[in-house]
Protein backbone atom coordinates (compact mmCIF):
# COMPACT_ATOMS: atom_id res chain seq x y z
CA UNK A 1 0.00 0.00 0.00
CA UNK A 2 1.19 3.49 -0.60
CA UNK A 3 0.57 6.22 1.87
CA UNK A 4 1.79 9.63 1.92
CA UNK A 5 3.69 10.79 4.63
CA UNK A 6 4.29 14.91 5.24
CA UNK A 7 7.52 15.17 7.79
CA UNK A 8 9.28 18.48 8.08
CA UNK A 9 7.00 20.24 5.80
CA UNK A 10 7.67 17.49 2.84
CA UNK A 11 5.22 15.19 1.62
CA UNK A 12 6.57 11.96 -0.01
CA UNK A 13 4.97 9.27 -1.42
CA UNK A 14 5.77 5.54 0.47
CA UNK A 15 5.65 2.00 0.09
CA UNK A 16 6.75 -0.79 2.71
CA UNK A 17 6.44 -4.54 1.32
CA UNK A 18 7.71 -7.45 2.60
CA UNK A 19 10.55 -8.87 1.04
CA UNK A 20 14.25 -9.41 0.71
CA UNK A 21 14.13 -11.17 4.55
CA UNK A 22 12.49 -7.64 5.69
CA UNK A 23 11.16 -4.83 3.79
CA UNK A 24 11.42 -3.18 1.02
CA UNK A 25 10.86 0.39 1.10
CA UNK A 26 10.03 2.48 -1.75
CA UNK A 27 9.92 6.43 -1.58
CA UNK A 28 9.36 8.52 -3.96
CA UNK A 29 10.06 5.50 -6.09
CA UNK A 30 13.87 5.33 -4.56
CA UNK A 31 13.77 1.74 -3.21
CA UNK A 32 15.83 0.67 -0.01
CA UNK A 33 16.50 -2.69 1.62
CA UNK A 34 15.27 -2.46 5.37
CA UNK A 35 15.74 -4.88 8.00
CA UNK A 36 13.94 -4.39 11.49
CA UNK A 37 13.92 -5.68 14.87
CA UNK A 38 12.07 -4.77 18.15
CA UNK A 39 14.18 -3.58 20.84
CA UNK A 40 13.83 -2.27 24.39
CA UNK A 41 10.26 -0.93 23.46
CA UNK A 42 11.68 0.59 20.22
CA UNK A 43 12.60 -0.52 16.49
CA UNK A 44 15.89 -1.14 15.54
CA UNK A 45 15.98 -0.38 11.79
CA UNK A 46 19.52 -1.40 9.52
CA UNK A 47 19.18 0.46 5.99
CA UNK A 48 22.14 -0.22 4.47
CA UNK A 49 24.91 0.32 6.71
CA UNK A 50 23.62 2.67 9.09
CA UNK A 51 21.53 1.61 12.16
CA UNK A 52 18.80 3.64 13.50
CA UNK A 53 16.33 3.90 16.82
CA UNK A 54 12.78 4.37 15.85
CA UNK A 55 9.78 4.92 18.32
CA UNK A 56 6.31 6.31 16.75
CA UNK A 57 3.73 7.20 19.37
CA UNK A 58 0.18 9.25 18.72
CA UNK A 59 0.79 12.60 19.33
CA UNK A 60 -2.32 15.26 21.33
CA UNK A 61 -2.99 16.88 17.66
CA UNK A 62 -3.68 14.23 16.03
CA UNK A 63 -0.64 13.51 14.74
CA UNK A 64 1.86 11.42 15.13
CA UNK A 65 5.29 11.61 17.07
CA UNK A 66 8.64 9.38 15.20
CA UNK A 67 11.79 9.46 17.49
CA UNK A 68 14.25 8.58 15.53
CA UNK A 69 17.80 8.34 17.66
CA UNK A 70 15.56 10.39 20.28
CA UNK A 71 15.01 12.79 17.55
CA UNK A 72 11.48 13.96 17.89
CA UNK A 73 9.89 14.34 14.45
CA UNK A 74 6.19 15.43 13.92
CA UNK A 75 4.27 13.20 11.04
CA UNK A 76 0.97 13.60 9.47
CA UNK A 77 -0.14 9.99 7.37
CA UNK A 78 -3.03 9.90 4.65
CA UNK A 79 -3.30 6.65 3.01
CA UNK A 80 -3.70 7.15 -0.80
CA UNK A 81 -6.56 3.88 -1.02
CA UNK A 82 -9.79 4.10 0.90
CA UNK A 83 -9.83 4.33 4.56
CA UNK A 84 -11.32 1.07 5.49
CA UNK A 85 -8.18 -0.36 3.77
CA UNK A 86 -5.54 1.01 6.49
CA UNK A 87 -4.78 -0.89 9.44
CA UNK A 88 -3.02 -0.18 12.72
CA UNK A 89 0.03 -2.75 13.19
CA UNK A 90 -0.46 -3.96 16.88
CA UNK A 91 0.35 -5.37 18.81
CA UNK A 92 2.44 -2.07 19.95
CA UNK A 93 6.10 -2.79 20.91
CA UNK A 94 6.58 -2.26 24.24
CA UNK A 95 6.20 1.25 25.49
CA UNK A 96 2.86 2.41 23.88
CA UNK A 97 4.42 2.86 20.92
CA UNK A 98 2.08 2.32 17.85
CA UNK A 99 2.53 1.51 13.90
CA UNK A 100 0.90 4.05 11.31
CA UNK A 101 -2.39 5.19 11.87
CA UNK A 102 -4.61 7.67 9.55
CA UNK A 103 -4.76 10.69 12.23
CA UNK A 104 -3.98 13.79 10.56
CA UNK A 105 -3.34 17.33 12.29
CA UNK A 106 -6.01 20.53 12.10
CA UNK A 107 -3.36 22.54 9.49
CA UNK A 108 -3.43 22.17 5.79
CA UNK A 109 -3.24 18.68 4.02
CA UNK A 110 -0.79 18.81 0.73
CA UNK A 111 -2.18 15.65 -1.38
CA UNK A 112 0.66 14.37 -3.14
CA UNK A 113 1.35 12.36 -6.19
CA UNK A 114 1.72 8.94 -4.54
CA UNK A 115 4.24 8.05 -8.00
CA UNK A 116 4.67 9.61 -11.20
CA UNK A 117 1.60 9.50 -13.57
CA UNK A 118 -0.73 11.48 -15.66
CA UNK A 119 -3.60 12.97 -14.15
CA UNK A 120 -6.65 11.70 -16.02
CA UNK A 121 -9.10 14.23 -14.10
CA UNK A 122 -9.37 16.94 -11.66
CA UNK A 123 -12.85 16.58 -9.29
CA UNK A 124 -12.11 19.41 -7.69
CA UNK A 125 -12.16 23.61 -7.84
CA UNK A 126 -10.67 26.00 -5.54
CA UNK A 127 -12.69 27.03 -2.89
CA UNK A 128 -14.68 24.01 -2.91
CA UNK A 129 -16.17 22.38 0.41
CA UNK A 130 -14.94 18.63 0.81
CA UNK A 131 -15.78 16.13 2.76
CA UNK A 132 -13.97 13.68 4.42
CA UNK A 133 -12.41 10.97 1.45
CA UNK A 134 -14.22 12.57 -1.23
CA UNK A 135 -12.28 11.75 -4.41
CA UNK A 136 -9.67 15.15 -5.25
CA UNK A 137 -7.82 13.66 -8.29
CA UNK A 138 -7.87 10.78 -10.40
CA UNK A 139 -4.16 9.78 -11.46
CA UNK A 140 -2.83 6.67 -13.72
CA UNK A 141 0.25 5.19 -12.69
CA UNK A 142 1.72 1.24 -13.95
CA UNK A 143 -1.72 1.19 -16.06
CA UNK A 144 -3.73 2.07 -13.23
CA UNK A 145 -6.00 4.55 -11.90
CA UNK A 146 -5.62 5.60 -8.25
CA UNK A 147 -8.46 8.30 -7.06
CA UNK A 148 -6.86 10.47 -4.55
CA UNK A 149 -9.58 11.64 -1.36
CA UNK A 150 -9.66 14.00 0.82
CA UNK A 151 -7.94 12.90 4.50
CA UNK A 152 -10.27 15.35 5.88
CA UNK A 153 -13.26 17.59 5.67
CA UNK A 154 -12.21 21.16 4.67
CA UNK A 155 -12.08 23.55 1.82
CA UNK A 156 -9.53 23.30 -1.26
CA UNK A 157 -7.59 25.70 -1.23
CA UNK A 158 -5.38 25.19 -3.94
CA UNK A 159 -5.21 23.14 -6.99
CA UNK A 160 -1.66 22.80 -8.56
CA UNK A 161 -2.36 20.01 -11.45
CA UNK A 162 -4.44 19.90 -14.77
CA UNK A 163 -6.09 17.29 -16.50
CA UNK A 164 -3.42 15.47 -19.08
CA UNK A 165 -0.54 16.70 -16.82
CA UNK A 166 2.46 14.30 -16.07
CA UNK A 167 3.58 14.19 -12.48
CA UNK A 168 6.38 13.10 -10.56
CA UNK A 169 5.97 10.97 -6.86
CA UNK A 170 5.52 13.45 -4.48
CA UNK A 171 4.22 16.47 -6.84
CA UNK A 172 1.79 18.12 -4.61
CA UNK A 173 -1.45 17.94 -6.58
CA UNK A 174 -4.19 19.60 -4.04
CA UNK A 175 -4.37 21.31 -0.81
CA UNK A 176 -7.06 20.95 1.61
CA UNK A 177 -7.50 22.95 4.45
Same mark, same amino acid.
Do not use: H
Given at each position: MIVLVEAGGRTRAVEVRRGNGGFVVVIDGRERTVDVSAVNGAW????????????? +??????????????? =???? +??????????????? =????????? =????????????AAPMPGKIVKVLVKPGERVTARQGLVIVEAMKMENELRSPKAGTISEVRVQEGASVEAGAILVIVE
Amino acid at each position: MIVLVEAGGRTRAVEVRRGNGGFVVVIDGRERTVDVSAVNGAWSLLIGSASYEVSI +SDAPDGTMTVRVDGR =PVPV +SVASSRPAWRDRRRD =PAPQGGAAG =PSTALGSGPQRIAAPMPGKIVKVLVKPGERVTARQGLVIVEAMKMENELRSPKAGTISEVRVQEGASVEAGAILVIVE
